[in-house]
Nanobody, 131 residues
């Protein structure tokens, strides 16, 4: 059974940093687009960042609100994905989810900003940014 397990969430002050990790197992990691999504109380789940291993190298995509503050990376050798979050703001408070979707190399990575392409989801990790 496919597993995605997030870790690294917690409580941090405004301007602080956190590094989320996602450990993946039981699927061919390199063939999947890996994404981070988040869901705040009373809001819909939203895209944060994604990373794909393409023939030209690793490609990444970010939502505008985290561009320049968050960095997504993947360790294809060890089936892990990371989200380095810097300069955190109260509006970053949410449950963060790791997701995996089968990569279509002919699709723009922007397609993976939607929930639909993702086949597998983790249970989530809470990130709280206090002011």
């Amino acid at each position: 059974q496919v597993q995605l397990v997030e870790s690294g969430g917690g409580l941090v002050q405004v301007g602080g940093s956190l590094r989320l990790s996602c450990a993946a197992s039981r699927f061919i990691f390199s063939r999947y687009v890996m994404g981070w999504f988040r869901q705040a109380p009373g809001k819909e789940r939203e895209f944060v960042a994604s990373a794909a291993r393409r023939s030209s190298g690793d490609s990444t995509d970010y939502t505008d609100s985290v561009e320049g503050r968050f960095t997504i990376s993947r360790d294809n050798a060890n089936n892990r994905m990371y989200l380095q979050m810097n300069s955190l703001k109260p509006e970053d408070t949410a449950v963060y989810y790791c997701a995996a979707g089968r990569d279509n190399p002919y699709s723009s990575l922007s397609y993976y900003r939607n929930l639909v392409p993702y086949d597998y989801w983790g249970q989530g990790t809470q990130v709280t940014v206090s002011s």
